[in-house]
């Protein structure tokens, strides 16, 4: 079949993927539009449709097909944001659809990386990962369509004119602050504790007649649970730009499960009284996400600094594509378990001489069985991976070295990481557990337990998806202080 240039690359092609283009990219820079990526994906399926019994045609439908159900993900972020009811229904549906849409894509060896943002979708439980899908999906490739088409071709739709819109429209670009710092994302706080919250907001010109800009709080999170202040300014003298800063107080009354995801909070603006033809927009930090784990009350090991360092571990795992909240809670579980023999070793000396690695695993069974949460799902000796590995926990892998020759820190459990990721890859799982007794002959004084506690992450050759290590030293064959002076 002969191919003219001017028909090899369609026109509604070229649109709809320049439409896809920008939609995507709102939604990477926080600003995404469900009426948007729903008239890209429309666009899309037009394309397909032409297109229709070719290879780009299938990945024209399958794009669409994404990029609608990354407007439910859009849909439910909006939905958290204006305190809708029932919001996480937009979530479920999405992933819902998400699972079906991947399965159908697994017989097809050229979708791999749709297959892939599909499984990240279903996978979907922060509003902070909508933004990194949208960023896979501006990554994978979509084939150009060659195909010939009868008729006349459509044009380019001119882009709309908002002139009179941007007139009515003020901008607030604002910034939060807790006691004097830059607010981050999430923020850490204690439960019960008043802080001060400033927000600092540039605001481009002052709307219409209005005597008064209003910032409030909007959040889904239990009603009782926090009081955010409501940030009140009058009108400005003087030319704008107006830099209006304002503090008040931020309280949270309860702590939330180590697990939970963060409370969320979004601050909107509105005008008193309020002008039939002006608004005004927040951008910048209008969004504030907050973890409040109170470890003397819900304490996952016993020990303050481990506590400290499983918040970090978690928050790092999160990051990692494409894993399950099961196996990631899992995982916690057992780490946090592992670190408290770790804050136990160093505060009651649990090991007060030099093991054997068979003695160093009675010894850890015994321990981590005592614990209720991890009892009597600790298996011994699986094999796994065409080996036999030390312990397991709910199929999570525990393997078990000792050093008794020099001392040992975090970085020398690299050469354990291979035989260790292995028994992972070969039990279906993506995490597991290094342990290192290091029981050498000390000759100065350990650190803080929450430095002999990591994850590690061991990437395949050509992969995307690591296996992660927790990586535990625990500190034997101690020496008495007075040894030091």
């Known amino acids: 079949m002969r191919h ?86 937009y979530l479920r549906s999405a992933k819902l659809s998400a699972k079906e849409l991947g399965a159908e894509l697994s017989s097809e060896p050229d979708a791999a990386r749709f297959a892939e943002v599909a499984a990240r979708i279903g996978e979907c439980s922060d509003l902070g990962e909508i933004a990194e899908i949208a960023t896979m999906m501006l990554c994978s490739a979509v084939p150009l369509p060659l195909f010939n088409r ?79 202040p409501i940030f009140q300014f009058n009108r400005p003298v003087g030319a704008p730009p107006y830099l209006l800063t304002k503090t008040g107080r931020m309280l949270v009354k309860f702590p939330i499960s180590f697990f939970a995801r963060p409370l969320e909070f979004s601050y909107t603006a509105r005008l008193v009284p309020e002008p039939g033809d002006s608004s005004v927009l927040v951008q910048g930090q209008r969004r504030l996400r907050v973890r409040c784990f109170d470890p003397s009350c819900a304490s996952q090991s016993g020990y303050v600094e481990v506590e400290k360092r499983l918040v970090e571990i978690r928050d790092q795992a999160k990051q990692v594509p494409a894993i399950m909240d099961s196996e990631l809670n899992d995982f916690l579980v057992l780490l946090s378990c592992i670190g408290g023999v770790a804050g136990q070793s160093l505060q009651g000396h649990l090991f007060p001489r030099k ?69 992972v890859a070969g039990s279906d799982r993506r995490f597991g557990i290094l342990c290192l007794l290091d029981c050498s002959d000390k000759t100065e004084a350990p650190g803080t337990v929450a430095n002999d506690i990591a994850l590690e992450k061991v990437e395949a050759p050509g992969g995307t998806l690591p296996i992660c290590l927790g990586v535990v030293v625990l500190r034997g064959n101690l020496q008495r202080p007075s040894s030091f002076s």
């Open 355 to 423: 093991y054997s690695e068979a003695e160093f695993q009675d010894e850890m069974k015994r321990l981590l069985r005592s614990n209720p949460r991890v009892g009597s799902e600790l298996e011994e000796h699986p094999h796994a991976a065409r080996g036999i590995t030390d312990l397991s926990f709910r199929r999570m892998r525990i393997e078990l070295k000792v050093e008794a020759s020099r001392r040992v820190g975090i970085a020398d459990a690299s050469v354990f990481l291979q035989q260790t990721a292995q028994y």
């Open 4 to 89: 003219t240039k001017a028909s090899a690359i369609h026109y509604s092609a070229y649109h709809s993927r320049i439409e896809a283009i920008q939609a995507l990219a709102d939604v990477r820079r926080g600003k995404g539009s469900t009426e948007a990526l729903l008239n890209s994906a429309r666009s899309l399926r037009a394309t397909s449709a032409e297109a229709l019994g070719s290879p780009a045609g299938q990945r024209y439908g399958t794009l669409a097909s994404l990029v609608e159900l990354l407007a439910r993900l859009v849909s439910w972020w909006n939905a958290i944001r204006t305190a809708e009811i029932d919001s996480d229904r």
């Open 150 to 228: 009868e008729g006349p071709r459509s044009q380019l739709r001119p882009p709309a004119s908002h002139e009179g819109e941007i007139g009515r429209i003020a901008v607030a670009f604002s910034s939060f602050e807790i006691d004097g710092k830059p607010f981050a994302d999430p923020q850490t706080m204690q439960p019960e504790v008043i802080y001060d919250l400033t927000v600092n907001s540039s605001l481009s010109r002052w709307p219409g007649e209005a005597l008064q800009v209003i910032l409030s709080p909007l959040s889904v999170e239990p009603t009782g649970t926090h009081e955010l």
